[in-house]
């Protein structure tokens, strides 16, 4: 069973600095791992996602997400925070092979401060 | 952009009726998921479709059922709605390219409340 971990329930930090959301996971076999957000009362809007090739994946907004596959995480990165990055971000994970759905972790709510 | 369209934002039904929430997206992808959003639960599977009068079971299907008649549109029912179906609910779409690794599109949500 493939599962995903989102250690934080929230994240502070001041805007400009650098920024981290963790997520780790488990899948039998390769992962593809996917990154959303959601902002107040909307749905989630995709990020970025890792299927192959390098392990630093870029994507919307200047965010960024490294695989580490030794360690089982794709935490998502950002090197300099705003407060309009306020929001519910959502790591998700499926198998690379066979015919699995996306499994969503709990959620990190990240709150930017001016 | 890929458009997915959640008939209701916010509804309000009495225990016991049976409630239909519909969902319609405009990029004619084969997939198409139901989910339900709880504070502290993340989002959970209930049903999903990869193609026309297809569906299978996701992780929470009890109390529900869906209809998917067309391509663009996926239906979810409550056939007697209960007190803990009080939830939000997200729709989403993604095509099939032969790895399924394509991101899903999400709709705005249906807030949902039994009273």
């Known amino acids: 069973a493939q599962s995903v971990a989102q250690p934080e329930d929230q994240v502070n930090v001041a805007e400009g600095n650098p920024l981290t959301v963790k997520c780790t996971y488990s899948?039998?076999?390769?992962?593809?791992l996917f990154w959303y957000v959601q902002y107040p009362n909307r749905g989630l809007q995709f990020l970025l996602k890792y299927i192959t090739g390098d392990n630093l994946v870029k994507g919307s907004y200047g965010f960024e997400a490294e695989f580490n596959k030794s360690q089982t995480s794709f935490h998502l990165k950002k090197p300099s925070a705003l407060v309009s990055d306020s929001a519910l971000y959502f790591c998700a994970v499926r198998e690379e092979r066979g015919y699995s759905t996306l499994t969503f972790g709990k959620g990190t709510m990240l709150l930017v401060s001016p | 952009d890929v458009k997915v369209t959640q008939s209701s934002r916010y509804l309000v039904k009495r225990t016991g009726e049976k409630v239909f929430l519909e969902c319609v997206q405009d990029?004619?992808?084969?997939?198409m998921f139901w989910y339900r959003q709880d504070p502290g639960l993340g989002l959970r599977l209930i049903y999903f479709?990869?193609?026309?009068?297809?569906?299978e079971k996701g992780d929470i299907p009890e109390g529900y059922s869906v209809s998917r008649e067309k391509k663009e549109r996926f239906s979810l029912i409550l056939e007697s709605a209960s007190t803990n179906q009080t939830s939000m609910y997200l729709c989403?779409?993604?095509?099939?390219?032969?790895?399924?690794?394509?991101?899903?599109?999400f709709g705005d949500g249906t807030r949902l409340s039994i009273l």
């Open positions: 899948v039998s076999g390769n992962p593809y």
């Open positions: 989403a779409s993604s095509p099939w390219t032969g790895e399924d690794n394509q991101p899903q599109h």
């Open positions: 990029m004619d992808h084969e997939n």
């Open positions: 479709s990869y193609d026309v009068k297809m569906k």
